[in-house]
């Protein structure tokens, strides 16, 4: 409206939002005292625009056209001057109708019709055949010939073309009219801008508290303490967005703590893959902007020490464009956070150096954890899957282990996502390779591998030559000779001599008895 780009559409919008708020104050007076100040702020600012309310709601029609000069938007009775101009409007429309209806009547034609257009305005359109007779005298001197067409032809007259003149002048005035009362509308929105303004900000204020008071009520969201402490301190805490992902899949969401008090404000987290180390890092860090932005928190409780900074190094990205690999990325924005973090931040790093060979990712994350621990200070979330590092909890005062609990069963890995003191020592990569669905084949090898490198058979060069020396995977398509079979045990001749249909029962339970004491069973 203040660019006079506005439309009518934009007034009823003015209009409505205003109506609302003035509801919603009277509904915040009816709060009983004692109400936070910032709601009785509110509710002042809302109120007080009953007056351009009603001024919108009775200039307006319920129907309104796009823009303004489609007319047709201001209510009757609103404008008496624009009420006479659409009756000489519409007054003229009917004395129209009403002459179509006196000339089919003289003529005795019934396919007379007195159509309208943009190029010839109002005219009488006859089919062809049956105009010859305005053609000639003495019709032809009322009926004035305009066009001929293939089907039909067009005519006029000076009575027609009075009324033409008569109705396109209220139509313009009526229509000139609608448009000085848009802008006379527009003007007393605009004068009352200031007000308007802060009603809005007042309505988004309310929009977000109701919000975050609907999400602590329906999902159990806790109001947390924040002081000027260094405290970080959350029980029972839960990732909001995954939570809700679980939710629509019908499981439920595992709480856990954290305590990153000072004695242990650095949290080292290991743990197999997909057991739940980056939703517990980002849950944390989304907690802390929740409580700092003044909203509920999803937790059971939570104190939190004003954070002045938080800072995250999660997940791979490149930026190839600027000549920068994933580990460059990676390496830049840890160098932003250990140079530009302080005590009062908060830090989580999530796999810190896994973007180069191993020693050197090791070296990397080694060092970015003692500069965390006693340059930076900072209370952070440090999770990897260098098993190695969790020898510096004996080194560093303020360094405490913590891993995610995994439990084995009949082969297969389960994960509990729950975190709890203590260090991992795999990280099941060969599992989650597995749920992932690599060829049999693949993770077969894989295990093989990895059972070398584990039982340490030899190290460096001299072992990676040694397991290059046979490839499986290809070796599988290669005929092997086949080698001479064994002869078969005393126990595997008994079993192929048996014809178990022949048998009965006591005599398949002797036969049991027996081999089981020829393999030496009592």
Known sequence: ????????????????????????????????????????????????????????????????????????????????????????????????????????????????????????????????????????????????HRQTMASAMRFTTLELAELERRVAGAGERALALELRLFAELAAAVLTRSAAIGRAAEALALLDVLA?????????????????????????????????????????????????????????????????????????????????????????????????????????AADDLASGRSTFMVEMVETAAILNNAGPRSLVILDEIGRGTATYDGLAI?????????????????????YHELTALSGKLAALANRTVRVKEWQGEVVFLHEVVPGAADRSYGIQVARLAGLPAAVLARAEAVLAALEGQETSGAALAQKLAEDLPLFGAARPRTAAARPAPSAVEAALAALHPDDLTPKQALEILYRLRSQLGGR
């Open 211 to 315: 919000s975050h008071a609907e999400l602590a009520a329906a999902l159990d969201w806790c109001r947390p303490v924040v002081d000027d402490s260094l405290e970080f301190r959350v029980c029972a805490g839960r990732h909001p967005v995954v939570e809700a992902a679980l939710k629509t899949r019908g499981s439920g969401f595992i709480a856990n703590d954290c305590d990153l008090s000072r004695e242990r404000r650095l949290w080292l987290v290991t743990g197999p893959n997909m057991a739940g180390k980056s939703t517990f890092l980002r849950q944390n860090a989304l907690i802390a902007i929740l409580a700092q932005i003044g909203g509920f928190v999803p937790a059971r409780s939570a104190t939190l020490g004003a954070v002045d900074r938080l800072f995250s190094r999660v997940g």
């Open 365 to 385: 994350a080694w060092a970015t954890l003692e500069h965390l621990h006693e340059v930076t200070q900072a209370r952070a979330l440090f999770a990897t899957h």
């Open 1 to 144: 409206l203040a660019l006079q780009r506005g439309g009518p559409r934009d007034l009823a919008a003015v209009r409505d939002g205003l109506a609302r708020a003035g509801e919603l104050a009277a509904a915040l007076a009816r709060v009983p005292a004692g109400q936070p100040p910032v709601l009785a702020q509110a509710a002042t600012t809302l109120a007080g625009h009953d007056d351009l309310v009603g001024l919108l709601g009775g200039a307006l029609r319920a129907e309104l056209p796009l823009g303004a000069r489609e007319g047709e938007f201001i209510a009757d009775g609103h404008s008496a001057e624009l009420d006479g101009a659409r009756q000489d409007r519409d007054g003229g429309r009917r004395l129209i109708v009403e002459l179509e209806q006196r000339y089919r009547g003289q003529l005795g034609l019934e396919g007379l019709k007195i159509r309208h257009n943009q190029v010839l305005g109002y005219h009488i359109e006859l089919p062809a055949r049956r105009a010859e007779r305005l053609l000639q005298p003495p019709l032809s001197a009322t009926f004035i």
